[in-house]
């Protein structure tokens, strides 16, 4: 604990801080799959997961109501394409080469160093597989060790207990609830925050690799141990 002139406790000196860099990657490579930014070029490959009845329940968090038809879904994937923040990239499989979901980078802060993780929209055949713990290894590393963000959010619906569960596998802790903090789909959103800051990224990137591992599976794709964070 540091003290001023006044004796009152005060954080400690940033003697090296400098604004990290805003998202301008075309593609990252990962193991099981890369991120694309996002292009009209995905609209199809995402509308054939998106736009069925049975991703519906996939939309209920989101901000966006389901797009009626593909060329609705065109015009919704292009307000996206178009935006720096959110900085939205396509998930593509790289076995298969489909793009099988989208995930932004957001409220990006550069003075304090800050920046989120959000607008994650997984098909549902994409859920709790290695791609789907592989893409947040690559934002986070690239937000960390690429531009040099200092702390790293995650923010769902306070009743969207996959979302923070998944939150917290991933390494991210627990801050608190922000009360009455959005209005959408004219309904009250009460905000979980949680966070991932630099000076654990280190020991979290070693577990990651450790899981994301091809001996950590078996032939039939299963995990031999848990992601340990």
């Not at 593609?27 to 292009?39: A, S, T």
């Not at 592989?134 to 937000?143: G, H, M, R, S, T």
């Not at 608190?176 to 020991?203: A, M, Q």
């Amino acid at each position: 604990m540091k003290y001023n002139e006044f004796n009152q406790p005060i954080g400690d000196k940033l003697e090296d801080f400098r604004a990290p860099n805003l998202p301008n990657v075309t593609l990252i490579e990962g193991r099981y799959c890369r991120l694309e930014k996002l292009k009209p070029k995905h609209s199809e490959g995402l509308y054939a997961h998106f736009g069925t009845v049975e991703d519906l329940p996939n939309w209920t968090y989101l901000p966006d109501e389901q797009p009626q038809d593909i060329e609705a879904f065109k015009v919704y994937l292009n307000r996206k394409v178009e935006s720096k923040d959110p900085y939205f990239f396509a998930i593509v499989d790289s076995q298969t080469e489909q793009a099988m979901g989208m995930v932004a980078l957001l409220r990006i802060d550069q003075s304090n160093g800050s920046i989120e993780v959000g607008h994650i929209h997984y098909a549902n055949i994409l859920k709790r597989t290695r791609i789907a713990t592989e893409v947040q290894f690559l934002l986070a590393n690239y937000i960390f060790e690429t531009l040099g963000y200092r702390r790293y959010e995650w923010k769902c619906d306070a009743h969207n207990e996959p979302s923070i569960k998944a939150a917290k596998r991933l390494g991210f802790k627990y801050e608190g609830i922000f009360r009455n903090h959005k209005v959408y789909k004219g309904r009250n959103r009460d905000t979980c925050w949680l966070s991932i800051i630099d000076s654990e990224w280190p020991k979290f990137k070693q577990q990651y690799e450790k899981w994301l591992d091809e001996k950590n599976f078996d032939e039939f794709g299963n995990q031999i141990y848990r992601l340990s964070i």
